[in-house]
C-alpha cells in the first residue's frame, strides 16, 4: 500500500482529499503536515494518521512518505512541490499548478528532471459523467459537435463580497481569482468532452475595485475579474461560448451545459442544485430524453463519501493506476502548464480585445 502525506492538511484537503483517500484500498495517509506542530496534530488525530509535520520538507523526508499532496495557497505550491521533488517523492498538486503559466513551467520541467510522477487536481476529467458523454459524442451516433455552451456559477469569486479565509486571492498575483481557479477547472472539464479549444476572444470585466470582506465589514481592493466572458473555436470549427458568473448568489445554479450535434442534443445540469461542474453527479439528457450513465463508468468504492470527495477519489484512483504500471499520470502538470497557458491566452485576449490563436500551446513549440 503507497504512503501519502498531505501538506495543507486542514480547509479544502479535510473535505476533499483526506476523505478521499480513507475510502481507497490503494493508498494510507501516513502524514500530514501544517505550518503549526499543534494544528498537525489535532488533524492527524481527527483524521487517524500516524503522523504530523511542521512544513513540506519534513513531511517529505519522512520514509513513510511515497506521495506529496500539495493542498496549500496557491502562491506556497511552488515551496511544496520542490520540497516533494528534492525527496525523489511522487507529487499531487492542488489546481492551480503554479501563480502563473511560467511557474507551472518550471514545476513541470523540475519534475520531469525528478523522474517521479505527478499530477494536478483538475479532477473533472474523470468524472464519470464527463467521460461518458466524450465518449457518447466521439462513438458519432449524433454526428460532429456543432456548438458548445457553459454558463457556470464561479462563487465565491468574484463578487462584491468575499469570506474572510479567501481574502488574500483579491491579490491578482496570488493566483487564485474566478479566471484561475474556476475557469481553469471548468474548461479543463470541457475540454475533455470537446478537445482544445484552437481559438479565443474574451473579456474579464472588473466590477469591483472594492470588495467587502465577509463578517468584519472591512473594504480591500480588488483586482480581480467579476466574471469570464468567452468565444472560441475547437478543431473541426465547431464554436464554444463560456459565461463564467461572479458572486456568491442563494439562487445559484451551479452550471448548464449544451452540446448541439449534427443529428441531436446533449444536456448536462447538475444533479445537485448550486454544484460545480467538477465536484458532483450529472443530470443528462440526450434530444430532451434522461440518459443513465452505465455502472461501468463509476468505479470509486462506496467508502468515499458523497460529495467533493468523490471526484478527487476519481483522480487517485488513475494516479495509483499510473505507479503501478510506470505510466505518466492524468492529467499531470504537463497537462497542467496547457491549461495555464490556456488561461494565459483567455487573459492576452481580454486585455487586447483581439481574438487569440494557438489556445494552450508553447510558442516555442
Not at 500539495?70 to 516533494?84: C, I, L, M, T
Not at 460532429?144 to 457553459?150: I, K, P, Y
Not at 470541457?190 to 482544445?196: H, K
Request: net charge negative.
Amino acid at each position: 500500500m503507497t504512503g501519502i502525506g498531505v501538506v495543507g492538511a486542514g480547509g479544502w484537503a479535510s473535505v476533499g482529499h483526506l476523505p478521499a483517500l480513507a475510502g481507497l484500498p490503494e493508498f494510507t495517509v501516513t502524514g500530514v503536515a501544517t505550518t503549526r506542530r499543534a494544528s498537525a496534530e489535532r488533524v492527524a488525530a481527527a483524521h487517524g494518521v500516524p503522523h504530523a509535520f511542521v512544513g513540506a520538507a519534513e513531511l517529505a523526508a519522512h520514509p513513510d512518505v511515497d506521495v506529496v499532496v500539495v493542498s496549500v495557497k496557491v502562491p506556497d505550491h511552488a515551496e511544496a512541490v520542490r520540497a516533494a521533488l528534492a525527496a525523489g517523492k511522487h507529487v499531487v498538486s492542488e489546481w492551480p499548478l503554479g501563480v502563473d503559466a511560467e511557474e507551472a513551467r518550471s514545476l513541470a520541467d523540475a519534475a520531469r528532471e525528478a523522474g517521479v510522477r505527478h499530477a494536478v487536481v483538475l479532477q473533472g476529467v474523470h468524472s464519470p459523467d464527463v467521460r461518458f458523454v466524450a465518449d457518447l459524442l466521439a462513438d458519432g451516433r449524433l454526428g460532429r459537435l456543432e456548438s458548445a455552451v457553459l454558463v457556470a456559477d464561479g462563487d465565491a469569486f468574484g463578487g462584491s463580497t468575499i469570506p474572510a479565509d479567501l481574502a488574500w486571492t483579491l491579490d491578482p498575483a496570488a493566483g487564485a481569482s474566478i479566471v484561475s481557479i474556476m475557469a481553469g477547472h471548468f474548461l479543463a472539464t470541457l475540454e475533455r468532452i470537446t478537445g482544445p479549444l484552437t481559438s479565443v476572444s474574451a473579456r474579464l470585466p472588473v466590477l469591483h475595485d472594492e470588495v467587502t470582506v465577509e463578517g468584519t465589514g472591512q473594504r480591500l481592493r480588488n483586482g480581480t475579474p467579476s466574471h469570464v466572458l468567452l468565444h472560441g473555436t475547437l478543431a473541426g470549427d465547431a464554436t464554444v461560448s463560456v459565461a463564467v458568473h461572479g458572486g456568491d448568489r442563494p439562487d445559484a445554479v451551479g452550471f448548464y451545459l449544451k452540446l448541439a450535434c449534427e443529428r441531436g442534443t446533449v444536456t448536462a445540469k447538475p444533479r445537485a442544485t448550486g454544484m460545480f461542474m467538477h465536484w458532483t453527479d450529472w443530470d443528462i439528457t440526450v434530444d430532451g430524453e434522461p440518459v443513465a450513465v452505465p455502472a461501468a463508468y463509476r468505479t470509486v468504492p462506496d467508502a468515499v463519501p458523497a460529495g467533493p470527495a468523490v471526484r478527487i477519489a476519481e483522480l487517485y484512483r488513475d494516479f495509483a493506476r499510473a505507479l503501478a504500471e510506470d505510466r505518466p499520470a492524468r492529467p499531470d502538470f504537463d497537462e497542467a502548464v496547457r491549461v495555464h497557458r490556456l488561461l494565459a491566452t483567455v487573459e492576452r485576449s481580454a486585455a487586447s480585445g483581439a481574438r487569440e490563436l494557438s489556445v494552450g500551446h508553447d510558442p516555442a513549440g
